[in-house]
């Protein structure tokens, strides 16, 4: 047995994903209730490494920039999901498993935008059609352009149509709402951005030609806020029920729930990516290229010189942010309290050993505190840019779109 499970309760935690390098950030959030578990210390003993590869396996020709991965924990398949049209190639679907080296690569119909953990389904996205799909095989498709789609709760899966959102329970369409109006001819993405709330479930659309911000419970309208400026992306602080909405212009537009309580001008030169929250603190970090903008509610508390890719580490109430090819800085709020000595990029939190890891140009560091604990070498990979943690299963996946490896932690569950 790898490590012994201690008796803390089960809790809930985030399996993420982010884009190294050239991509920038992205976000993939599911949750999954597992037990906490560590690794028996020996008292005199070296600490033992917290991670060993287990197996790589060659699944394309090369890497590429524009890919998605998705891991069933319950399935233990996981998909890489390759759209080589970035580069005109078409696109390519590798399903994989956890548990044995067997994988298989077809042409999908569309590019996979969501996985839904409780049915298996795979929502793919493509500007003519869509389909739902269970490992390579195709389970129902049909004749609507398909922008995104995201996981509501259960078997709820809310998928995005021009200005109709479609409701699916499993792979049944079960309704449809039109939700701003008719189309305008030259304007585009005309309800974006939408997100899901992960707790109360409540769908946040932005409608552009009127500049109203939509709130819908189902296919319910509970309420509609104007907006002189048009978000471009939205991200929700659970513990607290606020809602931040970054737009163009600098703007931050605070929600709690469906009420506004504060705007917050940021003085910010850059764009502005995807905000992320510390749940611990509240704290609000806004990143643009070169600068991390934070902010608390409706107050700005300052700007940190940081790289774009946040990772919060929630033990620690710190943020790790690199990416710009020098340190990777901790940050509390809008102080600098340490620093990584590493040029690898901050990808994902791992609950397991309590831990940031890091891609690297050829494989993944693990990092405690302020110290690279291991550093981890995957054969044939020049860039770990997605890594995915399966706490159920103590697995991490890591690839690059052509080669994609399995690594066990010393903390995880057996098997």
């Known amino acids: ?39 028996a210390a020996v008292p005199g003993a070296a600490p033992a490494k917290p991670l060993h590869l287990v197996r790589s396996e060659v699944i394309g020709p090369k890497p590429t920039r524009g890919f998605k991965l998705f891991v069933n924990a319950h399935s233990g398949q996981i ?3 390759r759209d080589y049209y970035i580069e005109g190639e078409g696109s390519l679907l590798t399903v994989a498993h956890l548990d044995s080296k067997a994988h298989a ?58 200005n ?90 605070v929600l709690h729930g469906t009420k506004r309580v504060g705007t917050v001008h940021v003085p910010a030169e850059q764009t502005i990516g995807t905000p992320v929250v510390d749940p611990s603190t509240g704290d609000v970090y806004l990143p643009g290229y070169n600068i991390v903008y934070v902010v608390h509610r409706t107050q700005y508390l300052g700007s940190v010189a940081a790289g774009p890719l946040l990772v919060v580490d929630p033990a620690t109430h710190r943020v790790y942010a690199g990416g710009n090819g020098a340190q990777i800085l901790l940050l509390k709020g809008a102080e ?53 943690v399966v706490p159920s299963r103590g697995l991490i996946v890591a690839t690059n779109g052509a080669v994609v490896a399995v690594l066990r932690s010393s903390a995880g569950a057996s098997s």
């Open 336 to 388: 600098v309290v340490g620093h990584v000595a590493t040029t690898a990029d901050p990808a994902v939190y791992d609950p397991m050993d309590r831990a940031v890891l890091a891609a690297t140009g050829t494989g993944l560091q693990v990092i405690h505190g302020a110290k690279v604990e291991q550093t981890v070498v995957i054969p044939r990979v020049t860039s770990a840019s997605r890594i995915a």
């Open 164 to 253: 109709d959102l479609l409701y699916f329970d499993g792979s049944k369409p079960v309704a449809k709402r039109r939700v701003c109006g008719y189309p305008q001819q030259g304007v585009a993405n005309y309800f974006a951005p939408w997100a899901i709330d992960p707790v109360t479930h409540d769908t946040y659309g932005y409608c552009v030609r009127t500049n109203t911000l939509l709130i819908l419970h189902g296919t319910k309208l509970v309420a509609h806020l104007s907006l002189a400026n048009r978000p471009r992306s939205i991200a929700f602080d659970r513990r607290r029920n606020l809602v931040y909405l970054q737009s163009y212009g600098h703007v931050v537009t």
């Open 105 to 162: 690569t077809v042409s999908p119909p569309g590019l996979i935008d969501a996985l839904d953990q409780a049915t298996g389904l795979t929502y793919e996205i493509d500007p003519n059609a869509m389909a739902v799909g269970r490992g390579v095989n195709v389970v129902r498709r049909e004749k609507f352009p398909a922008e995104r789609a995201i996981v509501q709760s259960g078997s709820k899966v809310e998928v995005k149509s021009g």
């Open 79 to 81: 998909y890489v999901a």
């Open 1 to 39: 047995m790898l490590g012994q499970p201690n008796s803390r309760p089960v809790r809930w935690v985030y399996v993420n994903q982010r884009i190294a390098g050239l991509v920038g950030i992205a976000a993939l959030a599911a949750l999954l209730a597992v037990p906490d578990s560590t690794a």
